[in-house]
């Protein structure tokens, strides 16, 4: 049962991907390479925040805020207007360096498998 809930909040990032590829066609790699590389960054950042949300963790045990944060940042990343993405990029960056000097200040272990449910 916990294989199953702990794949089940993973996989749900994935439903996005899809309805990334209609609404944006840089992911089909049409248009200029510029755009096409910030697309894939944003939208691999974004599906990478959404995982973290659902499961909890980053580098160290999201807070609620953290977790906030992450959320609606991840959500404006996979967003089709650039000047949007440039906020989520900052919210992403704000959570991942909190998070970073989380773990350097507390000297964690990493996660285990029976942290994450």
């Known amino acids: 049962m916990k ?28 248009g200029e390479w510029y755009a096409i590389v910030f697309t894939v960054i944003s939208g ?31 959500a404006i990343l996979l967003s089709t207007d650039a000047t949007l993405n440039v906020v989520g990029f900052i919210l992403f960056g704000t959570v991942v360096l909190f998070q970073w000097k989380k773990n350097k200040q507390t000297n964690l272990q990493p996660v285990t498998k029976e942290d994450v449910v």
């Open 44 to 74: 691999a950042l974004g599906i990478i925040g959404i995982g973290s949300v659902f499961i909890g963790y980053f580098f160290v045990k999201l807070t609620i805020i953290e977790r906030l944060l992450l959320l609606i940042g991840s």
């Open 3 to 30: 294989t199953g809930l702990v794949a089940s909040m993973l996989a749900f990032s994935a439903y996005f991907i899809p309805y990334l590829f209609v609404y944006n066609p840089e992911y089909l790699m049409m």
